[in-house]
Structures are given as structure tokens and as C-alpha cells.
């Protein structure tokens, strides 16, 4: 994942990071936006609202919003496909046991908008590049 400094918006630094698909993906050279928050008072529409700032910043196609387990709110599932380019995980980053959430959501999100994305030329994780 690349740093994501000044972004496609002027003044706007929505977007923590950009991750770029692999070549050997459907979905290569899409990029992802993704957004982490470690900050109280972040409901669902607040997490969906500022996920779509960040992909129209970074010029994305989809959307990874992590939001720390200490300050999500209750209710919200660990891992939740919200549409088809937004995910939103639950992560701890003093727990391992949540990783799998995140890990997840990376193999899941570039394929996630529509039936033909989802047919995978190769089985394995998503190599990500810098990009």
C-alpha cells in the first residue's frame, strides 16, 4: 500500500492508502482506497459516507473502511460488504484473531462489482503492488 498524500479533490486528504490490483487479477490495476479509523463516534453512515470521499479523492474504484474494534459501533459486524465497492472490517491491531477480517477483505474487495469480476483467472491472494 502506497501513502496517499494530496489526492484528486482539491484540499482533501481523504484516503489513508491507495492498494493497486495485481496483474493477475480480473480486476488489474484497479485501485482501492482505504480509510482506518481509530476514533469514537464513527456510525455506519458517517463509515459509508467517508469511504466514498476517499475513493472519489483517490480516483478508486473500491473502498476499504477499518474501523478499530475499540471504537466501532455495537452491532456492526466484523466484516460487511456494503454495496459492490465498499467493504467495512472490524480490526484490532493488538489481536491477531481479527486479521483474518482484514485479510478477507483484501482478497474480497477487487472482485466485488458484479458477475464479471468474479470469475478469478487464478486462485491464490491478490498481489497487491505499489501504485
Given at each position: 500500500m502506497r501513502s496517499a498524500g494530496d489526492g484528486l479533490i482539491a484540499r482533501c486528504k481523504t484516503g489513508d492508502g491507495v492498494l493497486k490490483v495485481g496483474p493477475d487479477y480480473v480486476a488489474k490495476d484497479a485501485l482501492i482506497a482505504c480509510e482506518a479509523k481509530d476514533v469514537r463516534g464513527?456510525?455506519?453512515?458517517?463509515?459509508?459516507?467517508?469511504?466514498?470521499?476517499?475513493?472519489?479523492?483517490?480516483?478508486?474504484?473500491?473502498?476499504?473502511?477499518?474501523?478499530?474494534?475499540?471504537?466501532?459501533?455495537?452491532?456492526?459486524?466484523p466484516f460487511m460488504r456494503y454495496g459492490n465497492d465498499t467493504v467495512i472490517v472490524k480490526w484490532n491491531d493488538e489481536d491477531e484473531a481479527t486479521d483474518v477480517y482484514l485479510d478477507a477483505t483484501v482478497d474480497d474487495v477487487p472482485w466485488a462489482s458484479g458477475t464479471s469480476l468474479l470469475h478469478r483467472p487464478h486462485l491464490g491472494r491478490m498481489a497487491l503492488s505499489n501504485g
Open positions: 464513527y456510525k455506519l453512515p458517517d463509515m459509508l459516507a467517508e469511504i466514498e470521499e476517499a475513493r472519489r479523492n483517490r480516483g478508486a474504484t473500491f473502498g476499504i473502511f477499518i474501523i478499530s474494534t475499540r471504537c466501532a459501533p455495537a452491532g456492526l459486524p
